[in-house]
């Protein structure tokens, strides 16, 4: 739930960027190595229920989508801490009672994200002003949440969930409407083009951005208009508000500085009951003022009848009011203990989860963990590594098994990464199968179930003797802090020595180079990778030299040779 109509006044301030950038930068500069988000965990556990409905042949499905959003966390570099609501959260929102109890799923979620070396808490009361507390004094550098609220209690930057593909694909076949943020009327926006409405969704790996000091300068609201805002539009606490002040009427009254009066008065005569019901008073006589007359030109139109409901609006009266500006002013939260991010990953308790969850035969369990759980793995152990330099210790650590085996390929720059610098790098399964084998139920609890179309690939790949690693995208950043590199990589070097370079062989090999949507698109098969495993380059002694090409869309391929 949410202030009605905020997102559309914040819409000027909103930026949008790669997420994986945002962590590469942090990664790079930040003393913890790390992007650190707070999740509004309900909004997760949402998302999850409504996949189960979509996809109701699947019991799991909610779970599951859990588990490859952490997947994808964890390959980003991200340190997330999860928040969840508390037991003193408001029973009732929106008119609507809230169940206060916690469901099996969020029992589970809290074990998995344990288990990724991902922190999580229960709030003492909303989540979101638990995620904004935490914000404001520096432990957070975003908030993810889909939730306006957030920012109504004082987070300094608020990212919106990323929409899914069905979302996408949901808000593409819909005609959407829009509410006017002066009159409260709806228009519909169905006579748009469709590249129109697609323009105002975030492309894939991106994100919305919503700054603080973007949103004073843009949508000109501070905190003190949010409230505002939240309590004549409409929130959680009051959904009524004041009937046809829409989130733009609302809007103007708070430029004209009367958020920051209504909060002031509150400071100044919340223990004199007397004078703050005649401040009241004398504060609804100006806003009415304002809406009649439109005196401060904020608004497009006066509204007369807005102004009559404002003078004798008793939702505004003490002592009524009282509780819901302390809502928003003075949250319940937990008492400030600071974060501690370095838990490591347990994967133990993955493999156990997803084997009793998912009920994933072995092959398909040893294929999941491959394709979505190893790239992870290995940006962790290279943001152990990089802590480790910054702390001033030397050679490798004992658990890095992971990095004695990664091979790098080629880099790239190009939507499918965010825009962001990344190398294809081999991923040995030998050390990864050192570490997960010994967790493995045997025998096989669902051997019984059928086989993924993946996991039978692996399996016949395996006994044609094709037992090469994968190839992921690991962004460079990640790569020079866990590795130690001295100097910054800058492509466009002397070449290859023609046939023996890496290149070489990738250009001449045939279906090599495909480009689809802006994005390189590898249709080879792992018996290709056997065939340059010559060039094949140990990160240690890692002296590369590198040949562009440019795509269509402006960002190019950059190809490693030897």
């Known amino acids: 739930m949410t202030v009605a109509g905020l997102w559309s006044l914040l819409h000027p301030a909103q930026t949008t960027a790669p997420f994986l950038q945002l962590s590469i930068d942090t990664f790079s500069t930040s003393p913890h190595r ?10 997760w556990l949402y998302h999850a229920h409504c996949a189960k409905q979509a996809d109701r042949f699947k019991a799991d499905a909610d779970l599951r989508v859990l588990f490859y959003r952490l997947c994808d966390l964890l390959k980003q570099g991200v340190l997330a801490l999860f928040v969840f609501d508390g037991p003193q959260r408001p029973e009732f929102k929106r008119g609507k009672a809230v169940f206060l109890g916690q469901s099996d799923l969020q029992h589970t979620f809290i074990r998995l994200i344990s288990a990724f070396g991902m922190l999580s808490r229960v709030a003492r009361g909303e989540g979101e002003a638990e995620l904004a507390a935490l914000a404001q004094l520096g432990e957070l550098d975003a908030v993810m949440t889909d939730d306006a609220d957030t920012l109504v209690f004082g987070a300094p930057l608020v990212i919106r ?5 069905a979302t996408r694909t949901r808000r593409q076949a819909l005609p959407s409407t829009s509410t006017s943020s002066s009159t409260g009327s709806t228009s519909s926006t169905s006579s748009l083009p469709l590249a129109r409405r697609l323009s105002q969704l975030p492309a894939p790996n991106y994100v919305h951005l919503y700054h603080r000091d973007r949103i004073l300068t843009h949508s000109h609201l501070n905190r003190a208009g949010m409230i505002l805002v939240a309590l004549l539009s409409g929130g959680d606490y009051h959904p009524e508000g004041i009937k046809g002040c829409g989130a733009g009427c609302a809007q103007a009254l708070a430029r004209a500085g009367l958020g920051e009066d209504l909060l002031e008065g509150f400071q100044t005569w919340r223990d004199d009951p007397p004078r703050l019901a005649d ?27 807005v102004a009559k409901r404002m003078r004798s609006a ?62 992870g ?3 962790r152990e290279l943001w152990v590594e990089a802590l480790r330099r910054d702390l001033g210790f030397a050679g490798p650590s004992i658990n890095s ?21 990344c190398y294809r790098v081999q991923l040995d399964r030998r050390p990864f199968e050192a570490l997960i084998n010994p967790h493995l139920p045997n025998p096989d609890p669902h051997s ?3 086989i993924s179309k993946s996991a039978k690939k692996a399996i016949l790949k395996r006994s044609q003797g094709l037992t090469a690693g994968l190839r992921h995208w690991i962004p460079a950043e990640f790569l020079r802090a866990g590795f130690g590199w001295a100097t910054e990589i800058k492509p466009g070097g002397s070449g290859g020595d023609g046939e023996n370079s890496l290149g070489a062989n990738k250009r001449g090999r045939k279906g090599k180079g495909k480009e689809r949507m802006g994005v390189e698109i590898d249709s080879s098969s792992d018996s290709d990778s056997n065939s340059a495993s010559s060039s094949d ?23 490693l040779e030897i």
């Open 537 to 559: 380059v140990q990160m240690e002694d890692f002296q590369p030299s590198w040949s562009r090409k440019s795509t269509k869309d402006g960002t190019y391929w950059e190809t």
């Open 279 to 305: 401040f009241l008073s004398e504060w609804r006589e100006r806003a009415a003022t304002e809406l009649a007359e439109n005196t401060g030109g904020f608004s497009r139109q006066r509204h007369y009848r």
């Open 314 to 375: 008793s939702a505004l009266d003490f002592p009524f009011l009282l509780p819901l500006v302390d809502a928003y002013t003075s949250p319940e939260v937990n008492p400030f203990t600071p974060l501690n991010w370095s838990h490591p990953v347990n994967l133990q308790s993955i493999i156990t989860i997803c084997s009793s969850q998912f009920k994933w035969p072995l092959p398909t369990l040893t294929d999941n963990l491959q394709r979505h759980l190893w790239p």
């Open 161 to 165: 969930n990323p929409p899914s593909k």
């Open 34 to 43: 790390g992007y650190r988000v707070g999740i509004d965990a309900t909004q």
């Open 377 to 379: 793995l290995l940006v």
């Open 401 to 421: 098994v992971i990095l004695q085996s990664t091979n790098v390929f080629s880099s790239k720059t190009a939507p499918s990464t965010g825009s962001a610098r």
């Open 448 to 450: 019984h179930l059928p």
